[in-house]
């Protein structure tokens, strides 16, 4: 009887150990499922992944077509910036140029403010020299009128004297008047001289 007793105490110690492994087996089958879920979760990541990547291929090649574009507008727009630039630097010769004629030109307005200044010290020059010269002429003038004066009474002496020749013989008068008209046709004014 002690021996079924311990022999039952032994199989069911058996049993107990026998049902620890069957519970450690439970655990990594759940452990697989975990894991088989997360692989699954893995590969929807993935197949999410491929997919963002393929987007991107795709952006990728819609930049490089843009930037084949973009090379393509800038060979283009060469010919025009070549033409600009020289424009830009025809534009900057006729400044050049233009800074030039007007340095000249800055250059004939002081000559010429240089010869006005010369032209109005020569009229002021002149005027003094009119103003110097004034007395001049009045005595000029003065001395005119005093001649015409004596001019005047030198006539009057003539007639006086032509008259006073009337009574003179008729030969010698006739001569003498001959001789007379003679000097006032040739040299006027001198018959007195006669």
Known sequence: ???????????????????????????????????????????????????ANAELEVANVEVKFANVELKAANVERKPANVERKTANVELEAANVKLKAANAELEVANVEVKFANVQLKTANVERKAANVERKPANVERKTANVELEAANVELEAANVEWR???????TPILTRYVEYLWINVAVFPGTAIFA
């Open 1 to 51: 009887m002690a021996a079924n007793v311990e022999l039952k105490a032994a199989n069911v110690e058996l049993e107990a150990v026998n049902g620890e492994p069957e519970a450690a087996n439970v655990e990594p089958e759940a452990a697989n499922g975990e894991l088989e879920a997360a692989n699954v979760e893995l590969e929807a990541a993935n197949v999410k992944l491929k997919a």
């Open 163 to 169: 008259l006073a020749c009337i009574v003179l013989p």
